[in-house]
């Protein structure tokens, strides 16, 4: 596996808690500021919190690593051009550094460039990249980015269902109708093109000759998404962060993960082995119940955050 460049995992990563604090104007010279912009700081997939900071008003004219250095306690290396640690958590050389997301999108550009947005919601985690150094997207931050998009630019929400998932579309439709997001529902294969965002909900039956589906049976390395499902898809295989497989579970099992190939936008994945698992994933398909997590298998009442710890 290659990994990406240093300078630009740190300018992503830089760009993310700064982005969060500093506001529209940053790097663009005086501006009216934004507003309602959240950080979130973790560990391990989501799975230990370190802080979390909502700011209601921050100004503009700053630019984003004036932001990080005002507001934490930043370790640098590499000539101040790699973020070794936040708040004295670092990484070490054992492949654990610092990744961030922007609205549940992996960010594409470096602190100099990168501009925060109304609502926009920035999540730092530190994880072990030994099996992918590259998770397209997240669903940790639901509602985004479906209320505010990625670069201040807000997506149609296409919601894409098989004919025998009806239950679970409806759910998912009125979750995202109850939170502002308009809805355009079609039928499974029609194509939602590619500046929208889908949803597909189905059996993994039925979605398995997806684009998104078919990276996430290539594994982490392709998808960024810990799980897959058998060659029958009656069952699910959980991957702890080695992208080894730890637990599999069977009937009723469910997954809610989201996925991208390339730079387009991504595709979310309300799936499972049957119906009665794909109608857990939608009742999973929630703000609360999807927090900080960065894909989420269930299976009844159980929901497992992925990766999955080897313990488990």
Same mark, same amino acid.
């Given at each position: 596996?290659?990994?990406?460049?240093?300078?630009?995992?740190?300018?992503?990563?830089?760009?993310s808690?700064a982005?969060a604090?500093?506001?529209?104007?940053?790097?663009?010279?005086?501006?009216?500021?934004t507003?309602?912009v959240?950080?979130?700081?973790t560990?391990?997939f989501?799975a230990?919190?370190v802080?979390?900071?909502?700011?209601?008003?921050?100004?503009?004219?700053?630019?984003?690593?004036? =932001?990080?250095?005002?507001?934490? /306690?930043?370790?640098?290396?590499?000539?101040?051009?790699?973020?070794?640690?936040? /708040?004295?958590? =670092?990484? /070490?050389?054992?492949?654990?550094d610092w990744f961030?997301y922007?609205?549940?999108?992996?960010a594409?550009?470096?602190?100099?460039?990168?501009?925060?947005?109304?609502g926009?919601?920035?999540?730092?985690?530190?994880?072990?990249?030994?099996?992918?150094?590259?998770?397209?997207a997240?669903?940790?931050?639901?509602?985004?980015p479906?209320?505010h998009?990625?670069g201040?630019?807000?997506?149609?929400?296409?919601?894409?269902?098989?004919s025998?998932?009806?239950a679970?579309?409806?759910r998912?439709?009125?979750?995202?109708s109850?939170?502002?997001?308009?809805?355009?529902?079609?039928l499974?294969g029609t194509?939602?093109g590619?500046?929208?965002?889908?949803?597909?909900?189905?059996?993994?039956?039925?979605?398995?000759?997806?684009?998104?589906?078919s990276l996430?049976?290539?594994?982490?390395?392709?998808?960024?998404?810990?799980?897959?499902?058998s060659?029958d898809?009656?069952?699910?295989?959980?991957?702890?962060?080695s992208a080894?497989?730890?637990?599999?579970?069977?009937?009723?099992?469910?997954?809610?993960?989201?996925s991208?190939?390339?730079?387009?936008?991504p595709?979310?994945l309300?799936?499972?082995?049957?119906?009665?698992?794909?109608?857990?994933?939608?009742?999973?398909?929630?703000?609360?119940?999807?927090?900080?997590?960065?894909a989420?298998?269930?299976?009844g009442?159980?929901?497992?955050?992925?990766?999955?710890r080897?313990?488990?």
């Open positions: 596996m290659t990994r990406r460049p240093a300078g630009l995992l740190a300018a992503s990563a830089i760009a808690v982005v604090l500093a506001g529209a104007g940053c790097g663009l010279g005086p501006g009216s500021g507003s309602a959240t950080v979130t700081v560990r391990n989501g230990t919190s802080v979390q900071l909502t700011e209601k008003r921050v100004p503009g004219s700053e630019t984003v690593m004036r =932001a990080l250095e005002r507001h934490f /306690n930043v370790g640098l290396r590499y000539g101040g051009g790699f973020v070794e640690s936040i /708040n004295g958590v =670092a990484g /070490n050389s054992t492949r654990r961030y922007v609205n549940g999108i992996e594409p550009k470096g602190a100099a460039v990168t501009t925060v947005h109304r926009d919601r920035i999540w730092w985690d530190l994880h072990d990249w030994a099996a992918t150094d590259s998770v397209p997240v669903v940790g931050s639901f509602p985004e479906f209320l998009g990625s201040g630019k807000r997506f149609p929400t296409v919601l894409e269902c098989v025998d998932a009806s679970a579309c409806k998912v439709s009125a979750e995202l109850g939170l502002g997001v308009p809805v355009a529902t079609q499974i194509g939602s590619t500046d929208s965002l889908a949803v597909v909900v189905g059996t993994w039956h039925d979605l398995r000759g997806e684009i998104v589906a996430l049976q290539r594994g982490p390395g392709a998808s960024g998404v810990y799980a897959r499902f060659a898809g009656r069952s699910l295989i959980l991957l702890d962060p080894r497989a730890v637990r599999t579970i069977g009937p009723g099992a469910g997954l809610v993960a989201a991208a190939q390339g730079s387009a936008v595709t979310w309300i799936t499972g082995t049957d119906p009665s698992g794909v109608e857990a994933a939608a009742a999973a398909f929630t703000p609360a119940a999807l927090r900080d997590h960065f989420l298998a269930v299976q009442a159980s929901r497992l955050p992925l990766p999955l080897s313990a488990s």
